[in-house]
Structures are given as structure tokens and as C-alpha cells.
């Protein structure tokens, strides 16, 4: 912000050029300052530490008329200018530059949610893995009664290939994806009364409740690290840490982009293992903990679809001898008030035993059409490529025009999209 005397204000700035108010206007000291209007030039009329100046935001000298109530300040966004504030004197002569110091502004609810849930958060391949063991071993007949239907709801909540290879049968995994379980509550009391047993966000929440009552989930890195040496010690010599329990997978942010997501296949293996012993609670403790940082993941995923004209959802599917993930981004562009939007990007990503880390990428816009798919193994993208003659003839058949299909070797890169929330969870 340049500051400059105003003509009201000329006899005080001279004061102050002769220094019988310098003292106040060092480099690095900071002064009270409050907007009393503008001027007939337009320039905002302040006053800074006991006198009268006129600014210039920075860059915009001659680009206008400000606005004394709302300022665009560097890195901040436009808002209005409060009542009263602090300026930090950066440099000084006929022109003083001041920066403004506005207070942070507060997190939103949804801002301080995301915070949270992203350090719980993680995929969904350790509670795959879980529900596949269970689903292996007569260790199920050593679980609690009450859990065991919760079980074989969540089983039936997993999609299979089948259901994912329809319109119909996409757009029902979608919506049960837990991405709308609130949304579906309030669709009256008919759909509402399946959404216990059919959505994978609903019947998540119903198992995490069940487990907290028989299983505590596994102590946290965090927690681990705050107990006594010891007992650490003491817990890593009695049961090591499950291999493939700790994985890391990234949040489903659209700043990301839709990623591959490998099964947690040496996980399965030790879990198929411990639920051969005779005592379940291991085995029910790992499911908890897979579940709460599954149950966050989702939860990340909703929260941030509010912030852009876009969502990521993920939706489990029965593979052949074990369980994949089948991750999705939807973004479009508004169309005008009143109509449908035209355009459309839809991006998938999958990672199969049998084909290895795939993407895709379409974009419809009206009827026109235009796909790109990625493979990681060079095999895998022969293989697509033997399907293409198929495909543009299905295609052809639904009405749409085919400008593009290609298909590379190895995954893209930075093919996500800026978002708010990102900036302010990492904060």
C-alpha cells in the first residue's frame, strides 16, 4: 500500500517528516490504522497512527476507484476492510509503503472438519484386506452375533464387475458410494428406510459403532509414540505391527487427481494367519482401525465436493480372489442459470493383479466425445487397444461423436485441480 500526505493532513505529515513524530514511523513498527471514506480522487482516506493518509493499493494506482470497505490485498482474498486494524511499516520516504495486517479469518466448520479427518484418513485396501480374511476363515464363528449380520451387510455393500458395467448399474454404486448418504436421508422416508443397508458410508458408521464395544482399534502413530518406552516395547515383542497395515494412501483431494490403488495383499495373508488363532479381538481390532480411517476417507471426499463444481468418490468391487478399488472424479462446467451443463470430465482409475495400474480420462462435451486412457504395463495397453474397434462401435451406437481415443504407456501426471480446503488442511 503507498501512502501519500493529504492536503488536510500536510502540516502533520511535515511534522512528522521533520521528526517530531518519526519516532512512529520506523521501518518494522507496527500502527493502529482505521478507513475514514475516500477522496474525490478516489484514493482511500485512513488514518495511521494518529494521522490523516491517503493510499494507494499497490498495482492499482490510476486502475480505478477503490472501494474503502473491501480491499484486495496480496495473498489474501477480496473482503471487507474492518473498523479498525494494524499496518506494519515496510519502507519510508515521500511514498511510505505500510503492509496491512488483517486478522486470520476464523475456519469454516467444513475447513476445521477436513483438518481432522485427514490425519485419520486412509484407504480402503486394509479394510479390504480385513473383510477378506474374515470372509476365508471359520474365525467368523467366533465373532460376536451382533457383528456378523453388520458383516455380511458390508460384504454386500462391495460391488461386483457386473454392477459397474452398466449405466444403471454405475449410477446405483455412485450413489451408494457414501458420497450422498446425507442427501439420500432426505429423499423421503421410502429411499431413506434402504440406506442403512445398502450404502457403504451408512453401514460403515453402524459396524464402527459395533466394533468400539468389542475392539478398541490399534494405537495411532501418534499414540504409540506418547506411551512409555516399555510398554512399547513390551506390545511390539507380544504382536508386531501388521505388514501392509500402516499404508499411506493419499486423500481423495481433486488437487491430486484420481490414482491407482493397489490391494494390500501381504495384509490379507497376515490377517488370514492371525485369524487362525483362537482369540478374534486382534483380527476385530484391525478391522476398527481400518474401518474409522476408512469411514474418514469418505467423509474427506464429501467435504471436499462442497468447496468446487465437482466430486471424487471411490466404490470397492469383488475382484477375482480378493477386492479392488475403483476410484472416480466427475467435474463439470456450469452451464447458464436455468440449464443442464455440457461439459463434462470424468476420470477413473483402477489398479487390477491381472492388468496392473490403468487410468482414464473423458470428455464429453454435448455429443462429442473424447477418451485417453493410461497403462502402466506395456502389455495392458496392447490389450486395450484390441478393444477400441468394439468400443467406437458401441459408442457409435449410443449417438455420441468419438474425436479421441487413445491410449499411453505409464500414468499421467498432474492431473488434479486446485482446491481451497487443501491449502487450508495443510495450513
Known sequence: MIIQPTSLAALTWLGAASGTTAESWRIGVVLSARPLGTTDQGKILLQVGGMTVEADLSGQAGGGTPDPRSMLLPGQAQGPLPAQFQVRVLSLGS?????????????????????????????????????????????????????????????????????????????????????????SLTQGPLLASHVGEEDWKAVLLKLSNLLASYAPPRASASASASASASASASAQTARPALPGS???????????????????????????????????????????????AALARVEVAQLEATTVPAWMTEIPIKGRDGKDVLQMQLDYVPGPEGEPPRQWTLGFAIDLPTLGPVQGELHLHDLRLSVRLWAERASTTDRLEQQFTALRQRLAACGLLLDQLTCQTGLPRGTGRPTANLLKAQA
Open 95 to 183: 511514498q511510505p509503503t505500510l503492509e496491512v495486517m488483517l486478522p486470520q479469518v476464523a475456519e469454516s466448520t467444513a475447513q476445521i472438519a477436513m483438518r481432522e479427518r485427514l490425519p485419520q484418513q486412509n484407504g480402503f485396501a486394509p479394510l479390504l484386506a480385513s473383510v477378506q480374511a474374515l470372509s476365508q476363515r471359520p474365525v467368523m464363528r467366533q465373532i460376536p452375533a451382533e457383528l456378523r449380520p453388520v458383516l455380511a451387510q458390508l460384504e454386500q455393500a462391495i460391488r461386483t464387475p457386473a454392477d459397474v458395467t452398466t449405466g444403471a448399474g454405475l449410477r446405483e454404486a455412485i450413489v451408494r458410494s457414501g458420497l450422498f448418504m446425507e442427501s
Open 246 to 292: 500402516e499404508l499411506d494412501t493419499p486423500p481423495p483431494l481433486l488437487q491430486r487427481g484420481v490414482q491407482p490403488q493397489a490391494r494390500a495383499a501381504e495384509l490379507t495373508h497376515q490377517l488370514i494367519r492371525l485369524g487362525s488363532e483362537d482369540d478374534p479381538a486382534p483380527l476385530l481390532s484391525q478391522l476398527h482401525t481400518a474401518v474409522r
